[in-house]
């Protein structure tokens, strides 16, 4: 009993994700939850469709049948096969799900890695290619997005750091208000430079000032947004949307909202908006309404210099209408799994791990919290559908908009509630503060990891293959 207290507070305690799983497998073992990952048979998932399926890929890999392989790879696979991505699967031990999901994705993965090696006339690099990108498309990719939150944001780098420091960083990322600027960071830097801005002795997040009562009688917003926009230009270098996916091979995403009503939200990128300076893209999705002005985008013009974008209009935070745009990172960039981490106040609290509790206590639970947010979102579409009052129509629809919006992900990470302080949002942390939120988003992510390790183990294999063949067939035509 003591050994199995002082694991279960070691993983409490643990300051890193080895200290974490380590007691979360020997808390595994004390329990017996590891003979269930060693046991195939589950109502969960086809465990015998999997297990034909390691079968059939192992002896042709072994046979180096390339052909008959690479027919079965591109004929059968899919990113839920047998439903072996099922979240039920990962909410029976700590350390991860069944060995035989394991040991598909492995076989996976070496058939892949194989067919990219293999050095016979057959499977000409042109052939190679062909294959692993029609594949890799068919199977589809996972995003990172970020949600907003002002200074709870903070919250996003923890997540950031520990899927890097693991490789497990999808390279499509996205983000929304402080998503925005946190994804505007990891997507201006190398790792390399990530690595040093991020020290702690470098971390400078002072970005909140308010007016003084002067300033808000003159008509200013209640924040400054010079301080806000000092703090971007600290933080992201000054670069486009193309010009940093040139510089990291990261494909950065900012999501912003019209100001007007004749205007659509707008997802930003390297191939919508090529020009545009990524640093005041940040600017216009972290102005939220009431606090902030709606900004006016820039880009780069052909001579490289600084030019006003679509002037005529302005943008207000992307959380609006998109705090997570799943649809339209789908369509753009082949993305089908979704990691969030998701740091709004307001949506926190109704967040639950993705198998729901059955009961009668877990349904009282749902109806307190959730049963009133469904019924202002019902509230407002009604309004939205049968006024149109001037001045006031505006608003009714954005904050219809903010009702009805998905706010989670097929794995979504959250703070601990206790931590969604709306009071601390708008305030400047300081070091202490600054790690300890941090810390959050890394402890936040320790009991997803391996669920992301698996879900994205095959598309983080298509892009290794694809790397290497770049880089050892330069002269093959794309």
């Not at 990128?269 to 102005?287: M, Q």
Request: hydrophobic share 40%.
């Amino acid at each position: 009993m003591n050994h199995f207290r002082n694991t279960e507070k070691a993983l409490h305690q643990a300051t890193s994700y080895d200290e974490w799983y380590t007691a979360a497998l020997e808390l595994d073992r004390l329990e017996g939850r590891d003979q269930w990952r060693l046991v195939k048979e589950s109502e969960k998932y086809d465990f015998r469709l999997i297990a034909s399926r390691v079968l059939i890929l192992q002896k042709l890999r072994k046979q180096k049948d390339y052909d008959r392989l690479m027919f079965r790879l591109r004929e059968e696979l899919h990113g839920n096969l047998g439903n072996m991505a099922n979240p039920e699967l990962y909410q029976q031990a700590r350390g991860g799900t069944k060995k035989l999901i394991n040991k598909y994705l492995d076989e996976v993965s070496a058939s892949l890695i194989a067919l990219c090696e293999a050095n016979v006339k057959s499977l000409t690099p042109m052939r190679k290619r062909r294959f692993l990108k029609r594949a890799a498309r068919s199977f589809g990719r996972s995003a990172l997005l970020l949600s907003g939150g002002a200074s709870l944001g903070l919250f996003h780098i923890g997540v950031i750091e520990e899927l890097e420091a693991l490789d497990l960083l999808p390279r499509v990322v996205t983000g929304s208000s402080a998503g925005s600027i946190m994804a505007g960071i990891l997507a201006t830097h190398t790792d390399s430079e990530l690595k040093v801005l991020l020290d702690p002795e470098n971390i400078d997040f002072e970005w909140c000032s308010v007016f003084s009562p002067f300033e808000l009688i003159k008509g200013n917003s209640m924040l400054d947004q010079k301080t806000l926009k000092k703090f971007i230009d600290r933080n992201i270098r000054d670069m486009t949307f193309l010009e940093a996916y040139q510089h990291t091979n990261r494909i950065l995403n900012i999501s912003i909202s019209p100001a007007d009503s004749h205007q659509f939200p707008r997802l930003l990128n390297y191939l919508t908006a090529p020009n545009v300076l990524i640093g005041w893209a940040c600017l216009a999705s972290a102005a939220i309404p009431g606090l902030y002005p709606a900004v006016q985008l820039r880009a780069k013009n052909f001579d490289g210099k600084s030019v006003a974008y679509m002037p005529q209009n302005r943008w207000i935070d992307g959380s609006v209408h998109e705090d997570i745009p799943i649809n339209k990172v789908n369509r753009l960039h082949n993305v089908n799994h979704y990691i969030v981490s998701q740091t709004n106040p307001h949506i926190v609290p109704f967040l639950s791990d993705e198998i729901a509790e059955t009961g009668l206590i877990p349904f009282i639970q749902d109806v307190i919290l959730k049963a009133p947010m469904v019924q202002v979102e019902h509230f407002l579409e009604l309004v939205h559908q049968h006024f149109d009052v001037p001045g006031v129509g505006s608003m009714i629809k954005k904050a219809h908009a903010v009702a009805s919006q998905t706010y989670s992900g097929d794995i979504t990470v959250y703070p601990e509630k206790h931590l969604m302080n709306i009071g601390k949002m708008f305030t400047n942390f300081g070091p202490s503060e600054v790690k300890k939120m941090i810390m959050e988003g890394r402890r936040a992510t320790w009991p997803k990891i391996e669920r992301i390790r698996n879900t994205t183990q095959i598309s983080r294999t298509f892009d290794n293959c694809l790397k290497r063949m770049s880089e050892r067939y330069r002269y093959v035509k794309r």
